[in-house]
């Protein structure tokens, strides 16, 4: 089986990661979904970007303490060249993905209270609906939450870098599996697969890996490198 590959914060060999460019070049490959994370500014809206803080003109900001318009203002530093970088909104995330066919698969950064939760998911449904995204993070109680305030029709996967004593939590949710590819065995595979859940592995960069994890029968990777056609 073919993992269906999923392309890690956008396609960023030119363009900085979660960026606009990034996930344009990513909508133009033969990827099934686009990853990205997401944080809640000062005033309570979501934008995309890996880390809990910016940094521009060399300082670093804190995006729960920046507005929304403050943060559109700044340039984002980066070593790949790319100028005149900036965040981009997680709507036009969202369109990207819808326009090109692409599935989101959001990361939820962080610890959210549960009324934005509610807030994000009922957003989500009215721009491209619930059933065509995927919510990833490694906080279990985000996704826990969500999956109590929309039961199956959100489709949720749990993050495991290395601790692994929360997998019973994830298949008792119905989470499916989001895994760093060396911790990944062969009898958690058949576990989740036995519950019926998917099983992705990240981030997959070299060929050997790839191999491996498609003789498995891993459901997706997630990877900077490989898209369908690897």
Not at 45 to 58: L, P, Y
Not at 118 to 139: A, H
Not at 202 to 213: A, K
Request: proline fraction near 3%.
């Amino acid at each position: 089986m073919i993992p269906r590959a999923i392309a890690h914060r956008g396609y960023h060999k030119k363009y900085f990661e979660n960026t606009k460019e990034a996930f344009i070049e990513a909508s133009k490959m033969d990827f099934y979904g686009i990853e990205t994370d997401i944080h809640l500014t000062k005033d309570l809206r979501w934008i995309t970007h890996h880390n809990d803080d910016i940094v521009s003109g060399g300082k670093h900001y804190f995006i729960k303490d920046l507005t929304y318009e403050e943060i559109m203002k700044m340039p984002l530093d980066n070593d790949q060249g790319h100028e005149n970088a900036t965040v981009c909104p997680f709507e036009n995330y969202l369109s990207i993905c819808k326009a090109s066919g692409k599935r989101p698969i959001i990361e939820i950064k962080n610890s959210p209270k549960w009324k934005y939760l509610k807030k994000l998911g009922k957003s989500v449904d009215k721009l491209i609906g619930l059933k065509n995204v995927t919510f990833i993070g490694f906080y279990p109680w985000p996704l826990g939450k969500l999956r109590l305030s929309f039961g199956r029709k959100v489709h949720l996967q749990h993050l495991i870098e290395e601790h692994t004593e929360l997998l019973g939590y994830a298949r008792f949710f119905k989470m499916g599996l989001d895994i760093r590819d060396k911790v990944l065995t062969e009898k958690m595979l058949k576990k989740f697969h036995k519950k019926k859940l998917e099983v992705n592995c990240w981030t997959v960069d070299d060929e050997e890996t790839l191999r491996r994890l498609e003789a498995m029968g891993v459901d997706y990777i997630t990877s900077n490198v490989f898209d369908q056609n690897a």
